[in-house]
């Protein structure tokens, strides 16, 4: 699989995951809030995936079969989700880390 198929699947993920939020968005004002939990779930797990798939592309990983299962394990891509909101943090956040260092 060429570099440019593992950064064109990336955006792939990228665009599932915005219409995953998207769908989520939608269901704001509804009574059952587990669809909306849900889907922004699948949402951060396509988005964990696409980064995945985008350090392949750009040469900083191997394509292996761990990474392969970790494309596919929904622990994995949940911990490329905590680690991914930790390396980009919120505004606030970041100044706090900032203003501590």
């Known amino acids: 699989m060429s570099k440019v198929n593992f950064l064109d699947s990336a955006k792939h993920c990228c665009e599932n995951s915005r219409r995953l939020l998207d769908s989520a968005e939608l269901l704001e004002f509804e009574k059952v809030l587990a669809t909306r939990y849900y889907l922004s779930m699948i949402a951060q797990e396509e988005t964990a995936k696409a980064f995945l798939l985008y350090l392949v592309g750009v040469n900083a ?28 943090p919120d505004t606030d956040e970041f100044i706090r880390r900032l203003e501590a260092w």
Do not use: E, M, N
């Open 61 to 88: 990983l191997p394509w292996t079969p761990f990474l392969l299962r970790a494309t596919r394990d929904h622990r994995c891509k949940q911990l490329v989700g905590i680690i991914l909101d930790y390396i980009s």
